[in-house]
């Protein structure tokens, strides 16, 4: 991978939020994309922008990342032209739920470990043999404040948060011996459809982790992780927290009303 020339990025969670501000940022900056999500209408409708704003190029995959026969079928499906990913952004994930673990629904747990955890391995397993075979890459994964610190009514979700940075620094140093690179991004509060997800649809209830603050919005995660992404090929960022300035930590965080 060469630091002037056009570099192919996979990002996964690219239907929305996060996700699609991260394609955006890097066909900004001319790579091409892969965006991959279960929602293809948005996908499609994403890939249509970059195409027609940017002197980019996208191709859509539809992935559910919860599911190896996904993640493979998917993956397979995707042109000799477009196999060659030299930056991988595990970015899909989820929280269901801010029940107590005493109250908390199986269900919900499952799909946050299978999701966040199960998908980014998934993802991860099938591209990063093809980056080892080349001796170059670099896999950028999308944690959260909730993997350094827990809290209540989030014991799950932070612990699929704690797995991708082990899972991250597991990897680091397995890796060591290569050129490839392995970055966490550990956001704090982002508004975007996070909560409406969390909150199963309430959008009353989802506004109110960002009431009277400035939250971050997706750009501000995508522009440090190209930023990452484009560090010269010595320098490796492992991990970064970004939070609003108005947080403090998981918990703490000032409102103005
Ligand atoms: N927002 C925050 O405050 C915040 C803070 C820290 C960390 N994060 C992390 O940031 C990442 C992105 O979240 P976001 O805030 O951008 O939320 P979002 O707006 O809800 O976007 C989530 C993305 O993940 C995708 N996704 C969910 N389940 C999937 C599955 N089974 N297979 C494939 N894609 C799936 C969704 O696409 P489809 O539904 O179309 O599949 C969507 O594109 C997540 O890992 C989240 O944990 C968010």
Redesign the pocket.
């Given at each position: 991978m060469n630091q002037t020339s056009q570099k192919t990025v996979l990002i996964?969670?690219?239907?929305?939020?996060?996700?699609a501000a991260t394609a955006l940022e890097f066909a900004r900056s001319s790579d091409r994309v892969i965006l991959?999500?279960?929602?293809r209408d948005?996908l499609e409708i994403l890939k249509d922008k970059i195409e027609a704003d940017f002197s980019s190029e996208a191709q859509v995959l539809e992935?559910?990342?919860?599911s190896r026969q996904s993640v493979d079928l998917s993956l397979a499906s995707l042109d000799d032209s477009w196999r060659r990913i030299d930056i991988l952004v595990n970015?899909?994930?989820?929280?269901a739920g801010v029940d107590k673990l005493a109250d908390g629904d199986p269900d919900d747990w499952k799909t946050m470990l299978d999701?966040?955890v199960g998908?980014l391995l998934y993802v991860t397993r099938k591209i990063l043999p093809g980056m080892l075979e080349r001796g170059s890459g670099h896999i950028i994964n999308?944690g959260?404040?909730a993997g350094h610190e827990s809290y209540p009514g989030g014991a799950v979700y932070c612990a699929t948060k704690s797995a991708v940075r082990a899972i991250t620094n597991s990897l680091r140093m397995e890796l060591v011996d290569t050129a490839l690179r392995v970055t966490t991004v550990d956001?704090?509060?982002?508004e975007?459809?996070?909560s409406i997800?969390r909150f199963k649809g309430d959008k009353e209830r989802a506004r109110t982790p960002y009431q009277g603050i400035e939250p971050l919005v997706?750009k501000d995660i995508a522009e440090v992780i190209v930023f990452a992404a484009n560090r010269p090929p010595h320098v490796s960022l492992n991990e970064i927290i970004v939070m609003p300035t108005s947080q403090a930590s998981a918990t703490l965080v000032s409102r103005k009303n």
């Open positions: 996964t969670g690219a239907s929305a939020g996060i996700g991959c999500a279960r929602r948005r992935m559910d990342v919860s970015n899909a994930g989820m929280a999701i966040n998908g999308v959260s404040i956001p704090g509060l982002v975007t459809e996070f997800v997706g």
